[in-house]
Each structure stands twice: as C-alpha cells, then as structure tokens.
C-alpha cells in the first residue's frame, strides 16, 4: 500500500493544552507520548494568573483541548466548532493525572471532542 494510503489510517494525537495549575509536561509522561501537550505557563509563556478566558482563546488559536481541573469555568467558554476542555478531579497526584488522562483519551478521536466540554 503506498505511503499516503497509511497516513490517512494513522489516528490523530491529541494536542492538549495543560492548564497553569498543572507541573510541567515532563511530569505526565505517558500523556506526553500519546499527545501533543503544552502548558500554558512553561510552554506558551502566560501567567500563572491568567484569566481562564485567555487561556482557552490561546487553545483556540493553537488549536489545542484544555486540561484543567476548573471545570464549571471553563465549560461555559467552549464554542461549537472550537477545541473542547477535558476537566479532572483536583485532588489526584500527577502519576494519577498522567494514568487517568492517557487511559481516556487512548483509542479515541479528537474530531469526536470537538466543542465539547468532559469530565473525566
């Protein structure tokens, strides 16, 4: 089968953006294999007193879901059509985050978060 045949079968990662009251990419190293992940402080330079509403318009613009544990926030800034925000439980550890967030998202399709807000 030629090259570009495969290419099309191949899934998507997702590109998440990790919200400041995360640890750093680093920290999360199963999701950082199965993702395209960028906090919003270490990697795009935000303060960690940003406004929810800058940092979902900085996923927008770099097409990217938010990881955050602020849900009833942030769920109210998605827009049809825009990347999504995945919300987890803000107790867990980073090993947790890291276990519970890659188990999720494995085998699914960004296309299908598309808009949407989740909690996981």
């Given at each position: 089968?030629?090259k570009?045949?495969?290419?099309?079968?191949?899934?998507?990662?997702?590109?998440?953006?990790?919200?400041?009251?995360?640890?750093?990419?680093?920290?999360?190293?199963?999701?950082?294999?199965?993702?395209?992940?960028?906090?919003?402080?270490?990697d795009?330079?935000?303060?960690?007193?940003?406004?929810?509403i800058?940092?979902?318009?900085?996923?927008?613009?770099?097409?990217?879901?938010?990881?955050?544990?602020n849900?009833?926030?942030?769920?109210?800034?998605?827009?049809?059509?825009?990347?999504?925000?995945f919300?987890i439980?803000?107790?867990?550890?980073?090993?947790?985050?890291?276990?519970?967030?890659?188990?999720?998202?494995?085998?699914?399709?960004?296309?299908?978060?598309?808009?949407?807000?989740?909690?996981?």
């Open positions: 089968m030629p570009n045949k495969l290419s099309q079968y191949k899934k998507q990662k997702f590109r998440l953006l990790i919200d400041s009251a995360f640890a750093k990419p680093e920290f999360f190293p199963k999701l950082k294999l199965k993702t395209n992940l960028a906090h919003c402080v270490h795009l330079g935000l303060s960690p007193q940003t406004e929810d800058e940092i979902y318009k900085n996923a927008i613009t770099s097409n990217r879901f938010v990881l955050t544990i849900y009833r926030h942030f769920r109210k800034l998605v827009k049809p059509g825009k990347p999504g925000v919300a439980e803000s107790e867990l550890s980073n090993k947790e985050i890291d276990e519970t967030v890659t188990k999720f998202l494995s085998g699914k399709d960004p296309k299908d978060f598309i808009g949407k807000s989740v909690k996981i």
